[in-house]
Nanobody, 125 residues
Framework: QLQACGGGVVQAGDSLRLSCAAS????????MGWFRQAPEKEREFVAA????????FFADAVKGRFSISRDNARNTVYLQMNSLRPEDTAVYYC????????????????????WGQGTLVTVSS
């Protein structure tokens, strides 16, 4: 199971850190991803971390503002969001997947086996 938290209402330019805690699995064996879905839009990729945390990559829209990290000892992955913009407003989901070819596959939601329930981030202008 994945449990995401940390969402809230912030102003443009603020920072927020999302957390996603995993239970019931060998967390370190999973690639972890963050996705988001804004109202009336499709779910989109935000960031991903390989199982060991060595590799990460980001959507162009958040590159340079967001970072992803993981603590395998705590079975937790984090999404640090800085310089938030109103267009970052969405429900953010964490996901876990065991797929190979991390860089080629990490953006694709069907490659993730498990999903958290989502946490809402609202950025006001």
């Amino acid at each position: 199971q994945l449990q995401a938290c940390g969402g809230g209402v912030v102003q443009a330019g603020d920072s927020l850190r999302l957390s996603c805690a995993a239970s019931g699995c060998t967390f370190s064996g999973y690639n972890m991803g963050w996705f988001r879905q804004a109202p009336e839009k499709e779910r989109e990729f935000v960031a991903a971390s390989s199982s060991g945390g060595r590799y990460t990559f980001f959507a162009d829209a958040v590159k340079g503002r967001f970072s992803i990290s993981r603590d395998n000892a705590r079975n937790t992955v984090y999404l640090q969001m800085n310089s938030l913009r109103p267009e970052d407003t969405a429900v953010y989901y964490c996901a876990a997947g065991e797929f190979v070819f991390f860089l080629a596959s990490g953006r694709n939601p069907p490659n993730y086996n498990y999903w958290g329930q989502g946490t809402l981030v609202t950025v006001s202008s």
